[in-house]
Nanobody, 119 residues
Framework: QIQLVESGGGLVQAGGSLRLSCAAS????????MGWFRQRPGNERERVAA????????TYAASVKGRFTVSTDNARNVLYLQMNNLQSEDTAVYYC????????????WGQGTQVTVSS
Protein backbone atom coordinates (compact mmCIF):
# COMPACT_ATOMS: atom_id res chain seq x y z
CA GLN A 1 0.00 0.00 0.00
CA ILE A 2 0.91 3.65 -0.31
CA GLN A 3 0.10 6.59 1.95
CA LEU A 4 -0.23 10.13 0.61
CA VAL A 5 -0.09 13.47 2.42
CA GLU A 6 -0.59 16.74 0.54
CA SER A 7 0.54 20.20 1.54
CA GLY A 8 0.96 23.63 0.01
CA GLY A 9 -2.56 24.87 -0.63
CA GLY A 10 -3.72 28.34 0.27
CA LEU A 11 -5.11 31.63 -0.92
CA VAL A 12 -3.53 33.38 -3.90
CA GLN A 13 -4.48 36.23 -6.19
CA ALA A 14 -5.30 35.61 -9.83
CA GLY A 15 -2.11 35.40 -11.85
CA GLY A 16 -0.15 34.08 -8.91
CA SER A 17 1.53 30.74 -8.28
CA LEU A 18 1.43 27.93 -5.77
CA ARG A 19 3.30 24.66 -5.44
CA LEU A 20 1.57 21.62 -3.99
CA SER A 21 3.50 18.74 -2.51
CA CYS A 22 2.50 15.14 -1.94
CA ALA A 23 4.65 12.98 0.29
CA ALA A 24 4.29 9.31 -0.53
CA SER A 25 5.26 6.53 1.83
CA UNK A 26 5.15 2.77 1.68
CA UNK A 27 7.46 -0.04 0.74
CA UNK A 28 6.49 -0.14 -2.94
CA UNK A 29 6.08 3.51 -3.94
CA UNK A 30 7.68 2.87 -7.34
CA UNK A 31 4.91 0.41 -8.23
CA UNK A 32 2.39 3.23 -8.53
CA UNK A 33 1.48 5.87 -11.05
CA MET A 34 0.81 9.26 -9.47
CA GLY A 35 -1.77 11.88 -10.20
CA TRP A 36 -3.20 15.20 -9.15
CA PHE A 37 -6.95 15.65 -9.14
CA ARG A 38 -9.18 18.51 -8.17
CA GLN A 39 -12.79 19.03 -7.25
CA ARG A 40 -14.20 22.45 -7.95
CA PRO A 41 -17.35 23.60 -6.15
CA GLY A 42 -20.39 21.99 -7.73
CA ASN A 43 -18.30 19.82 -10.02
CA GLU A 44 -17.12 16.25 -10.12
CA ARG A 45 -13.54 15.37 -9.35
CA GLU A 46 -11.32 15.70 -12.41
CA ARG A 47 -7.79 14.62 -13.16
CA VAL A 48 -5.36 17.50 -13.57
CA ALA A 49 -2.11 15.67 -14.26
CA ALA A 50 -0.55 12.24 -14.05
CA UNK A 51 3.00 10.93 -14.11
CA UNK A 52 5.23 8.08 -12.96
CA UNK A 53 8.20 7.91 -10.63
CA UNK A 54 10.18 6.20 -13.35
CA UNK A 55 9.88 9.12 -15.74
CA UNK A 56 7.17 7.70 -17.94
CA UNK A 57 4.59 9.74 -19.82
CA UNK A 58 3.17 12.83 -18.13
CA THR A 59 -0.29 14.02 -19.07
CA TYR A 60 -2.23 17.18 -18.32
CA ALA A 61 -5.82 18.26 -18.56
CA ALA A 62 -6.36 20.74 -21.37
CA SER A 63 -7.49 23.37 -18.88
CA VAL A 64 -4.11 23.46 -17.13
CA LYS A 65 -1.64 22.58 -19.88
CA GLY A 66 1.05 25.22 -20.14
CA ARG A 67 0.30 26.57 -16.66
CA PHE A 68 0.74 23.55 -14.38
CA THR A 69 3.79 21.30 -14.16
CA VAL A 70 4.01 18.00 -12.33
CA SER A 71 7.36 16.67 -11.14
CA THR A 72 8.80 14.13 -8.76
CA ASP A 73 11.64 14.02 -6.26
CA ASN A 74 12.44 10.35 -6.44
CA ALA A 75 14.99 10.47 -3.63
CA ARG A 76 12.40 11.83 -1.21
CA ASN A 77 9.27 10.23 -2.71
CA VAL A 78 7.59 13.60 -3.14
CA LEU A 79 5.25 14.57 -5.96
CA TYR A 80 4.86 18.24 -6.84
CA LEU A 81 2.37 20.31 -8.76
CA GLN A 82 3.65 23.73 -9.74
CA MET A 83 0.70 25.94 -10.61
CA ASN A 84 1.36 29.22 -12.41
CA ASN A 85 -0.96 31.94 -13.69
CA LEU A 86 -3.72 30.72 -11.42
CA GLN A 87 -7.25 31.78 -12.26
CA SER A 88 -10.47 31.82 -10.26
CA GLU A 89 -11.63 28.67 -12.04
CA ASP A 90 -8.66 26.83 -10.51
CA THR A 91 -10.24 27.21 -7.07
CA ALA A 92 -10.76 23.67 -5.82
CA VAL A 93 -9.71 21.03 -3.37
CA TYR A 94 -6.65 19.35 -4.85
CA TYR A 95 -5.93 15.70 -4.20
CA CYS A 96 -2.89 13.55 -4.72
CA UNK A 97 -3.69 10.02 -5.86
CA UNK A 98 -1.96 6.79 -6.76
CA UNK A 99 -2.85 3.72 -8.73
CA UNK A 100 -1.11 0.44 -9.19
CA UNK A 101 0.75 0.46 -12.49
CA UNK A 102 -1.22 -2.56 -13.74
CA UNK A 103 -4.62 -1.38 -12.55
CA UNK A 104 -6.83 1.39 -13.98
CA UNK A 105 -8.44 2.56 -10.74
CA UNK A 106 -7.02 5.34 -8.60
CA UNK A 107 -7.32 3.58 -5.28
CA UNK A 108 -5.18 5.67 -2.97
CA TRP A 109 -5.93 9.27 -2.06
CA GLY A 110 -4.54 11.98 0.11
CA GLN A 111 -6.70 14.12 2.35
CA GLY A 112 -6.85 17.04 -0.06
CA THR A 113 -5.65 20.61 0.15
CA GLN A 114 -7.69 23.73 -0.58
CA VAL A 115 -6.55 26.16 -3.25
CA THR A 116 -8.46 29.42 -3.46
CA VAL A 117 -7.76 31.97 -6.18
CA SER A 118 -9.15 35.44 -5.65
CA SER A 119 -9.92 37.66 -8.61
Amino acid sequence: QIQLVESGGGLVQAGGSLRLSCAASGRTVRNYAMGWFRQRPGNERERVAATRWSGGPTTYAASVKGRFTVSTDNARNVLYLQMNNLQSEDTAVYYCAARDLVMPEWDYWGQGTQVTVSS
